[in-house]
T-cell receptor, first 115, second 116 residues
Framework: AQSVSQHNHHVILSEAASLELGCNYS??????LFWYVQYPGQHLQLLLK????DPLVKGIKGFEAEFIKSKFSFNLRKPSVQWSDTAEYFC?????????????WGAGTKLIIKP | DVKVTQSSRYLVKRTGEKVFLECVQD?????MFWYRQDPGLGLRLIYF???????EKGDIPEGYSVSREKKERFSLILESASTNQTSMYLC???????????????FGPGTRLTVL
């Protein structure tokens, strides 16, 4: 069965630190990959997504993610975090061309940025 | 901008009550989804619909039913609410794969349901 694994459930960083959140998936076929973010009290919103082309994807608010097919990974990065990045981050995958449209979700990583 | 709205942000119900959660999207999306979100479990799909009157079970459909009579509206029904259905419920919508091959989903603000 397809699954998505996010390595850390909680991450605490100081402002200006660099961030990398891990995401690995298990699926042998072609995939679409997503990172969503949920700020406190707000709805889930799309941070970035990979469909095809350049495996380094840039999203909103200075985030980027790199798709490494050989490692089944899609890690999220930001060179210098801000207090406003405090949020929960979710990685999600769907099988391209799948007939059931289902996104497979990771358990989420709560990121806390200390001011 | 895509807009997905949910009828209530907070809801408190008693065990055994019938509960209706409503979701409306304004982007003419074919697909609509209901998830529940619980700490440490991520999002789990309850039901989804790929067309009016069409529905498919997700990973945890037990205790829930859905209704999609109009394209823009997708309702989640708890026939007899139980305390283990206390959760955050999220609605999402997306275009079909022919319109958007990435199937990007857009979410509503969520309904936090407490069953006493």
């Amino acid at each position: 069965a397809q699954s998505v694994s996010q390595h850390n459930h909680h991450v605490i960083l100081s402002e200006a630190a660099s961030l990398e959140l891990g995401c690995n998936y298990s699926y042998g076929g072609t995939v679409n990959l997503f990172w969503y973010v949920q700020y406190p009290g707000q709805h889930l919103q799309l941070l970035l997504k990979y469909f095809s082309g350049d495996p380094l994807v840039k999203g909103i608010k200075g985030f980027e993610a790199e798709f490494i097919k050989s490692k089944f990974s899609f890690n999220l990065r930001k060179p210098s975090v801000q207090w406003s990045d405090t949020a929960e981050y979710f990685c999600a995958v769907n099988a391209r061309g799948g007939s059931n449209y289902q996104l497979i979700w990771g358990a989420g990583t709560k990121l806390i940025i200390k001011p | 901008d895509v807009k997905v709205t949910q009828s209530s942000r907070y809801l408190v119900k008693r065990t055994g009550e019938k509960v209706f959660l409503e979701c409306v999207q304004d982007m003419d999306h074919e697909n609509m989804f209901w998830y529940r979100q619980d700490p440490g479990l991520g999002l789990r799909l309850i039901y989804f619909s790929y067309d009016v009157k069409m529905k498919e079970k997700g990973d945890i459909p037990e205790g829930y039913s859905v209704s999609r009579e109009k394209k823009e509206r997708f309702s989640l029904i708890l026939e007899s609410a139980s305390t283990n259905q206390t959760s955050m419920y999220l609605c999402a919508s997306s275009f079909s794969g022919t319109s958007d091959p990435t199937d990007t989903q857009y979410f509503g603000p969520g309904t936090r349901l407490t069953v006493l």
